[in-house]
């Protein structure tokens, strides 16, 4: 019903910069809140930032002055700078969507890698 699907994951040097990307479609009434998790192996699913439709943005404290999370509409993105090889992970896009009748689920991607390695 509805889907959301990440890109702009790759391979890039530490102290690099990539972009991530967001997208959900099908049946949205509103987002009420989007974020960004990721997943290394042998690790347990971090949040890495979240922002909701006032406007609160939250990050983790190991991204916090590096990663800046953005929103306009359906789409979402995740700049992030000054990468180090412990943000390599897969990132996944988790979506808060409230339907027409006032209900509300969430969704998720099925991720994106990012390698940082020289």
């Known amino acids: 019903q509805v889907e959301v699907v990440e890109s702009g994951g790759g391979l890039v040097q530490p102290g690099g910069s990539l972009s991530l990307s967001c997208a959900a479609s099908?049946?949205?009434?509103?987002?009420?809140?989007m974020g960004w998790y990721r997943q290394a192996p042998g690790k347990q699913r971090e949040l890495v930032a979240r922002?909701?439709?006032?406007?609160t943005i939250n990050y983790a404290d190991s991204v916090k002055g590096r990663f800046s999370i953005s929103r306009d509409k359906n789409t979402g993105h995740l700049q992030m700078n000054s990468l180090k090889p412990e943000d390599t992970a897969v990132y996944l896009c988790?979506?808060?969507?409230?339907?027409?009748?006032?209900?509300?689920?969430?969704?998720w991607g099925q991720g994106t890698q990012v390698t940082v390695s020289s």
């Open positions: 099908g049946r949205i009434f509103s987002i009420t809140s």
């Open positions: 922002i909701t439709s006032a406007g």
């Open positions: 988790n979506v808060d969507v409230r339907s027409v009748a006032g209900l509300w689920s969430d969704y």
